[in-house]
Antibody, heavy 117, light 107 residues
Framework: EVQLVESGGGLVQPGGSLRLSCAAS????????MSWVRQAPGKGLEWVAN????????YYVDSVKGRFTISRDNAKNSLYLQMNSLRAEDTAVYYC??????????WGQGTLVTVSS | AIRMTQSPSSFSASTGDRVTITCRAS??????LAWYQQKPGKAPKLLIY???TLQSGVPSRFSGSGSGTDFTLTISCLQSEDFATYYC?????????FGGGTKVEIK
């Protein structure tokens, strides 16, 4: 069974940092593009970033460029999102997703990030 | 960036109804479109990709059509478990963009 489990969310002050993790199981993690997608409270979905199977290509939405870094460790079947210089508008549930290049075929349950003083 | 517009944003329907949700892209995206279903407090679930290809395990009452800029998701016979919010997403170009969502509520 495909499973993605996010962790690392929480309350952080504006300007602070947080690192999200996503543990994958039930599929060959190293064979798939992986993505982060977020959803602000009561709002729609927003694609954040994705990373190629070997980590050689990474793409970001403009609003997080220079602040967020996506990475992966195929030996640990894990995906990461390092988030720096956090802003109130980054408050959201962050989902990791995997499968296809630009549309996640399977998703984790999400982790909530709240940026507030 | 390509913008995706869904209509309506919400509507009420009854079990057994045939329902159609529309998604429009601000520029042509060929058939690079996916549809997701999301229930409250849950992660989205992929229903359809390539505009009309049903994801494995998704009931056949769901279907998708369209290409270019105009797309539809149809549920042929609405079931109780189908009351949810539906999102379209283009993956023709970066950044991949979602529509604003369509909430299907019980009448």
């Amino acid at each position: 069974e495909v499973q993605l489990v996010e962790s690392g969310g929480g309350l952080v002050q504006p300007g602070g940092s947080l690192r999200l993790s996503c543990a994958a199981s039930g599929f060959t993690f190293s064979s798939y593009w992986m993505s982060w997608v977020r959803q602000a409270p009561g709002k729609g979905l927003e694609w954040v970033a994705n990373i190629k199977q070997d980590g050689s290509e990474k793409y970001y939405v403009d609003s997080v460029k220079g602040r967020f870094t996506i990475s992966r460790d195929n030996a640990k079947n894990s995906l990461y999102l390092q988030m720096n210089s956090l802003r109130a508008e980054d408050t959201a549930v962050y989902y990791c997703g995997g499968g296809s290049y630009l549309f996640p075929m399977f998703w984790g349950q999400g982790t909530l990030v709240t940026v507030s003083s | 960036a390509i913008r995706m517009t869904q209509s309506p944003s919400s509507f009420s329907a009854s079990t057994g109804d045939r329902v159609t949700i529309t998604c429009r892209a601000s520029q042509g995206i060929s058939s690079y479109l996916a549809w997701y279903q999301q229930k409250p407090g849950k992660a989205p679930k992929l229903l359809i990709y390539a505009a009309s290809t049903l994801q494995s395990g998704v009931p056949s009452r769901f279907s998708g059509s369209g290409s270019g800029t105009d797309f539809t998701l149809t549920i042929s016979c609405l079931q109780s478990e189908d009351f949810a919010t539906y999102y379209c997403q283009q993956y023709y170009s970066y950044p991949p963009a979602f529509g604003g969502g369509t909430k299907v509520e019980i009448k």
